[in-house]
């Protein structure tokens, strides 16, 4: 069988959790246009998260060997 290739989008976007049965995430909104969201909302915007549990099979295939 031939090797897969690793979706690049995904692979700088996705990282594994040491399990390996989760994905990590950063949160988006935190680009640009930052003058109007109020300090609270990009204060919790800093912290990352985990990939939505019906996302992990996308993610799992877009990125094979990670």
């Known amino acids: 069988m031939p090797k897969l290739k690793t979706n690049r989008g995904a692979a700088k976007r996705f990282k594994r959790t040491a399990s390996g049965s989760l994905f990590k ?3 988006s909104h935190r680009r640009h246009i930052l003058t109007k969201k109020s300090a609270k909302r990009k204060r919790h915007l800093r912290d990352g998260t ?3 549990p019906a996302d992990n ?3 799992r295939r877009m990125i094979p060997y990670c």
Request: net charge positive; proline share 0%.
């Open 57 to 59: 099979r996308a993610a």
């Open 25 to 27: 995430r950063i949160s």
């Open 50 to 52: 985990y990939l939505a």
